[in-house]
C-alpha cells in the first residue's frame, strides 16, 4: 500500500518529474505535456521524448543508441556459452546452477553460505574468470544433459573444482552430504586436540 501524507492523501512512489531530475542515465529537459517528457542522456545523444510513466517505473533509463550498445555488449559476453551448449534449454539450467554454486561459495548474502564458503568451501579459481572454461567441464560429465540429475560434489569437504564434480540423482546427492555424525566425529576430534594442547601447557 502507497505511503499516507498527513492530510490522508496517497504519496507518489516514484520521483517527481521536474527539470533536472535523473532517471538511469537520462536528465529531464524539460516536462512537455502530460504523458510525454524531453530528456538527454548521459552520452549527450541529442534530447528525445520519452513517456514520463517508463522514466519513473525504470523502463527507459537510456536512449536507444546506448540501449542497443548494451544489447549487443550481453549478446557478445553470452555468445560463447551459446557455441559451448547449442541448447538453450540446457544452457539456462547450467549456467543457472554454475552461478548458484559461485554464490552459496562467495556470497555471504547466500542463504547456504554458512554451509559452503562460512565453511571453506570455495569454487576453483580459474573458474571465477572463465565461466565459459567451467561449462564446457560441466557438460563433459556424464547426465549434464539430464535435467533430473543435480550436480554434486564428490568429496563435500573440497570445493567446486575439477575431478571432484559429478551429476547425480537427488536421493543420491541427500547420502552425499555431511551427516550429524560427521559433524560430531569432527568436533570430538577437535576436542580432543584442544585437550591434549591444554595438557601439555601444563
Given at each position: ?52 510513466y ?26 560463447r ?9 540446457h ?11 559461485k ?20 569454487l ?25 540429475l ?53
Open positions: 500500500m502507497k505511503p499516507k501524507t498527513s492530510d490522508g492523501r496517497f504519496k507518489s512512489v516514484y520521483p517527481p518529474l521536474v527539470s533536472g531530475a535523473v532517471f538511469g542515465e537520462l536528465a529531464v529537459v524539460s516536462v512537455e505535456r502530460r504523458g510525454l517528457v524531453r530528456v538527454q542522456c548521459s552520452c549527450n545523444a541529442p534530447a528525445h521524448l520519452a513517456m514520463d517508463n522514466l519513473r517505473s525504470g523502463k527507459t533509463t537510456r536512449c536507444n543508441t546506448c540501449a542497443k550498445k548494451q544489447a549487443d555488449y550481453w549478446r557478445k559476453s553470452f555468445y556459452y551459446a557455441e559451448i551448449c547449442p541448447d538453450i534449454t544452457r539456462r539450467r547450467l549456467m543457472g546452477r554454475l552461478a548458484a554454486c554464490n552459496r561459495c562467495h556470497s555471504p548474502a547466500d542463504r547456504g553460505y554458512a554451509n559452503y564458503g562460512g565453511r571453506g568451501i570455495t576453483y579459481e580459474p573458474w571465477h574468470t572463465d565461466r565459459a572454461d567451467w561449462l564446457r567441464y560441466v557438460m563433459t560429465l556424464d547426465g549434464w544433459d539430464n535435467p533430473k543435480e550436480l554434486d560434489r564428490i568429496d563435500v569437504n573440497k570445493g567446486y573444482e575439477p575431478n571432484n564434480l559429478r551429476f547425480v540423482t537427488r536421493s543420491q546427492n541427500q547420502r552425499n552430504r555431511r551427516s550429524v555424525q560427521d559433524m560430531q566425529k569432527h568436533i570430538d576430534e577437535l576436542k580432543a586436540e584442544v585437550a591434549k594442547l591444554m595438557e601439555a601447557k601444563k
